[in-house]
């Protein structure tokens, strides 16, 4: 009996301690496994770097105040975006954005004021409050501050612009259109006889551009530079109109290179007279207004192109369309969003909305696929065409809004 119980006790010894292996190896494999999916789970939420400064933060919803009277996103907790304002001279806001990781604004509680009598509201779904939570403006000497840290955290930066009004504004335009003559390989592609029969989609990206800037152009000449209906045009501005007007695709008599690069000489000579005086430029929200009318109507359009049935072969020509219009919009837009910032300030959620409005301008900047599909919408492949056109019709919803104010 004595040598059965010493088996038994050894046999149970032998069990005990199994089990305590069979646990601490499924301890072990548990961890392994958190450990792979955490990282995992981490970067499908953070995949959206929208920093200058490597920090990386959650995909942005992009929905904006219900206040507002505009659409969150699906799935976007709209408790999150409380807004509170209070008057002008009591200090910070007492605003709460709710801790989501898809939040975009500056930290809860930094406002801005915009004098006496103007409400001092705490930055939205989508606050791009320079820093330290105050607005930069004109100044005594027109002077534009940097845009702060807090832009960061939905977007590249604002840039900073000469405090001559409409300078940084005109010279956006200039380095947009050079960058497709002179600074892109090959340069002007669409009237190109080899070469440019086998790059659609650059040629349609430069067609996108152009087109782009015809309307901004026309913009310049009509309303911001003019005093009123009864001011004079000026001449190097309308000279520059007409050169962007000509055929794309034109090889000679003139080329669409050279009549291009004469409508950029023009806006460099209207350039030195912003720098002297000669003319002005006014940051009227009429003027912006317009702006974003003109920027509609060209949007509606594109938006168009996105959704209708085309041929497989044609969908990239629209795609790439649509991205240099894009293109435009998004550097013309991030130079107004700082030059007009007082009169932006005027109405409620005007900044937040064109904050929002250059954020889905920059989501499509990074859309940039290797190939172009064009699968049917509920199929396994993409369509890229209608992933474009997500962020657009957004731009085109929001720019609707603005051109009413």
Same mark, same amino acid.
């Given at each position: 009996?004595?040598?059965?119980?010493?088996?038994?006790?050894?046999?149970?010894?032998?069990?005990?301690?199994?089990?305590?292996?069979?646990?601490?190896?499924?301890?072990?494999?548990?961890?392994?496994?958190?450990?792979?999916?955490?990282?995992?789970?981490?970067?499908?939420?953070?995949?959206?770097?929208?920093?200058?400064?490597?920090?990386?933060?959650?995909?942005?919803?992009?929905?904006?105040?219900?206040?507002?009277?505009?659409?969150?996103?699906?799935?976007?907790?709209?408790?999150?975006?409380?807004?509170?304002?209070?008057?002008?001279?009591?200090?910070?806001?007492?605003?709460?954005?709710?801790?989501?990781?898809?939040?975009?604004?500056?930290?809860?509680?930094?406002?801005?004021?915009?004098?006496?009598?103007?409400?001092?509201?705490?930055?939205?779904?989508?606050?791009?409050?320079?820093?330290?939570?105050?607005?930069?403006?004109?100044?005594?000497?027109?002077?534009?501050?940097?845009?702060?840290?807090?832009?960061?955290?939905?977007?590249?930066?604002?840039?900073?612009?000469?405090?001559?009004?409409?300078?940084?504004?005109?010279?956006?335009?200039?380095?947009?259109?050079?960058?497709?003559?002179?600074?892109?390989?090959?340069?002007?592609?669409?009237?190109?006889?080899?070469?440019?029969?086998?790059?659609?989609?650059?040629?349609?990206?430069?067609?996108?551009?152009?087109?782009?800037?015809?309307?901004?152009?026309?913009?310049?000449?009509?309303?911001?530079?003019?005093?009123?209906?009864?001011?004079?045009?000026?001449?190097?501005?309308?000279?520059?109109?007409?050169?962007?007007?000509?055929?794309?695709?034109?090889?000679?008599?003139?080329?669409?290179?050279?009549?291009?690069? $004469?409508?950029?000489?023009?806006?460099?000579?209207?350039?030195?007279?912003?720098?002297?005086?000669?003319?002005?430029?006014?940051?009227?929200?009429?003027?912006?207004?317009?702006?974003?009318?003109?920027?509609?109507?060209?949007?509606?359009?594109?938006?168009?192109?996105?959704?209708?049935?085309?041929?497989?072969?044609?969908?990239?020509?629209?795609?790439?369309?649509?991205?240099?219009?894009?293109?435009?919009?998004?550097?013309?837009?991030?130079?107004?969003?700082?030059?007009?910032?007082?009169?932006?300030?005027?109405?409620?959620?005007?900044?937040?909305?064109?904050?929002?409005?250059?954020?889905?301008?920059?989501?499509?900047?990074?859309?940039?696929?290797?190939?172009?599909?064009?699968?049917?919408?509920?199929?396994?492949?993409?369509?890229?065409?209608?992933?474009? $056109?997500?962020?657009?019709?957004?731009?085109?919803?929001?720019?609707?809004?603005?051109?009413?104010?």
């Amino acid at each position: 009996m004595g040598v059965l119980s010493e088996h038994a006790k050894s046999y149970s010894g032998k069990c005990d301690g199994g089990r305590q292996r069979s646990f601490r190896r499924l301890f072990l494999a548990l961890a392994f496994v958190t450990l792979l999916c955490l990282p995992g789970s981490t970067w499908a939420l953070q995949r959206h770097d929208l920093s200058q400064g490597g920090t990386t933060h959650a995909a942005p919803s992009g929905g904006i105040l219900a206040g507002a009277g505009l659409h969150g996103q699906p799935g976007e907790s709209q408790a999150g975006h409380a807004m509170a304002s209070t008057t002008a001279g009591s200090g910070a806001a007492g605003a709460s954005h709710g801790q989501e990781a898809g939040s975009h604004g500056p930290a809860a509680g930094q406002a801005s004021s915009h004098g006496a009598d103007a409400q001092t509201v705490a930055p939205g779904a989508v606050g791009h409050a320079p820093a330290g939570g105050a607005e930069t403006g004109h100044g005594a000497a027109g002077e534009h501050g940097a845009p702060g840290a807090a832009h960061e955290a939905h977007g590249p930066p604002l840039p900073e612009i000469s405090p001559i009004p409409g300078l940084s504004f005109v010279e956006a335009m200039i380095n947009l259109m050079e960058h497709e003559l002179k600074g892109r390989f090959l340069g002007w592609r669409p009237n190109d006889i080899l070469i440019g029969r086998c790059t659609d989609n650059v040629n349609n990206y430069q067609l996108g551009v152009l087109e782009a800037m015809r309307f901004t152009t026309l913009r310049l000449k009509d309303s911001l530079t003019r005093m009123g209906d009864a001011d004079t045009y000026d001449p190097d501005l309308e000279a520059a109109l007409n050169l962007f007007m000509n055929k794309a695709d034109l090889f000679w008599f003139p080329s669409a290179e050279s009549s291009y690069q $004469n409508a950029l000489d023009h806006l460099k000579r209207f350039v030195e007279k912003l720098r002297t005086g000669k003319r002005s430029f006014y940051y009227r929200k009429d003027n912006l207004v317009l702006l974003f009318a003109s920027y509609r109507d060209l949007l509606g359009n594109v938006n168009k192109s996105l959704i209708i049935p085309m041929d497989w072969f044609k969908s990239d020509d629209a795609f790439y369309y649509a991205k240099g219009v894009a293109h435009v919009y998004y550097e013309i837009l991030r130079v107004a969003r700082v030059g007009f910032e007082q009169q932006l300030a005027t109405t409620l959620y005007a900044k937040e909305i064109l904050d929002e409005v250059i954020h889905e301008l920059h989501r499509v900047e990074e859309v940039d696929p290797w190939i172009i599909l064009d699968a049917d919408l509920g199929g396994f492949f993409a369509n890229h065409r209608a992933n474009l $056109n997500a962020p657009l019709s957004e731009v085109t919803h929001l720019l609707v809004i603005l051109s009413q104010l």
